[in-house]
C-alpha cells in the first residue's frame, strides 16, 4: 500500500534545540495531518493543514502545508525531554475517508 | 472520559484461537476505523465503517471480520490467529469534513 517518507527516521537532540522534520509523497493530498505517538500509546493529533502554504502553531509545534502540496514540515522549537515519541505525518485526498500515514520520526531527547 | 476505548488493552493467544477487541467512541463521530501497527510502527489501515457501512476494506485476510452494531462501536473479530498477526491494533473515530483521527490506546495482540 502507499506509504509516506518521512525525513529523517530517527533523532538525537539535545534539550533546548530546535528539531525540523518532513514529510514526502508521490501523490497530491489535500489535508496533511501531524500526529505524536508516546510510547504505549496511540497517537494524538498536533496540527492539522488544509491549504497549501499554510503556516499553522501550536504552542512550540509549527507545521506547514507544502506549496507542491506533496509534501509538510514540521518544527518543534527549543525542544524539552517530554518531546520525545514518535511523530506521524497523514495526508488525506478530498472526497476519501482514510489517511494514509508516514513511516515516522523518532525523536529522542538528551536533557 | 475516555474518548476512543478499546478492550483489551494487552491480549496474548495461542495460534489457531478466536478472538476479539472492542472499540467504543462517545464523540458522536460517524466514522470509525481499524489500524494495524506493526513492530516497525508503520500504521496500516484495515477496515472503516461510516454509519454502520463498511466503506473501506483494504486487502486484509479473510480471517479479519468488521463488525459495527451502531455508530458508536467497530469491534474486530479474527479467526485462526497466526503468528503474523501480532502487532498493536488501533481504533479511531473521527467526523467528517476532513478532520483528523481521534486514536484509542490499542490493543497489543500478540500470538504464541
Known amino acids: 500500500g502507499q506509504q509516506l517518507n518521512q525525513s529523517p527516521q530517527s533523532m538525537f537532540i539535545q534539550e533546548g534545540e530546535d528539531v525540523s522534520m518532513n514529510c514526502t509523497s508521490s501523490?497530491?493530498?489535500?489535508?496533511w495531518l501531524w500526529y505524536k505517538q508516546d510510547p504505549g500509546e496511540g497517537p494524538v493529533l498536533l496540527i492539522a493543514?488544509?491549504?497549501?502554504?499554510e503556516l499553522t502553531s501550536n504552542g512550540r509545534l509549527t507545521a506547514q502545508f507544502g506549496i507542491t502540496r506533496k509534501d509538510s514540515f514540521l518544527n518543534i522549537s527549543a525542544s524539552i525531554p517530554s518531546d520525545v515519541g514518535i511523530y506521524f505525518c497523514?495526508?488525506?485526498?478530498?472526497?476519501?475517508?482514510?489517511?494514509?500515514f508516514g513511516t515516522g520520526t523518532r525523536l529522542k531527547v538528551l536533557a | 472520559d475516555t474518548a476512543v476505548s478499546q478492550t483489551p488493552k494487552y491480549l496474548v493467544t495461542q495460534m489457531g484461537n478466536d478472538k476479539s477487541i472492542k472499540c467504543e467512541q462517545n464523540?458522536?463521530?460517524?466514522?470509525m476505523y481499524w489500524y494495524k501497527q506493526d513492530s516497525k510502527k508503520f500504521l496500516k489501515i484495515m477496515f472503516s465503517?461510516?454509519?454502520?457501512?463498511?466503506?473501506i476494506n483494504e486487502t486484509v485476510p479473510n480471517r479479519f471480520s468488521p463488525k459495527s452494531p451502531d455508530k458508536a462501536h467497530l469491534n474486530l473479530h479474527i479467526n485462526s490467529l497466526e503468528l503474523g498477526d501480532s502487532a498493536v491494533y488501533f481504533c479511531?473515530?473521527?467526523?467528517?469534513?476532513?478532520?483528523?483521527?481521534?486514536f484509542g490506546s490499542g490493543t497489543r495482540l500478540t500470538v504464541v
Open positions: 479511531a473515530s473521527r467526523t467528517g469534513g476532513g478532520y483528523g483521527y481521534t
Open positions: 501523490s497530491i493530498f489535500n489535508t
Open positions: 493543514l488544509y491549504k497549501a502554504g
Open positions: 497523514a495526508g488525506a485526498t478530498s472526497g476519501t475517508y482514510k489517511y494514509i
Open positions: 464523540l458522536g463521530h460517524d466514522t
Open positions: 465503517y461510516n454509519n454502520k457501512e463498511l466503506i
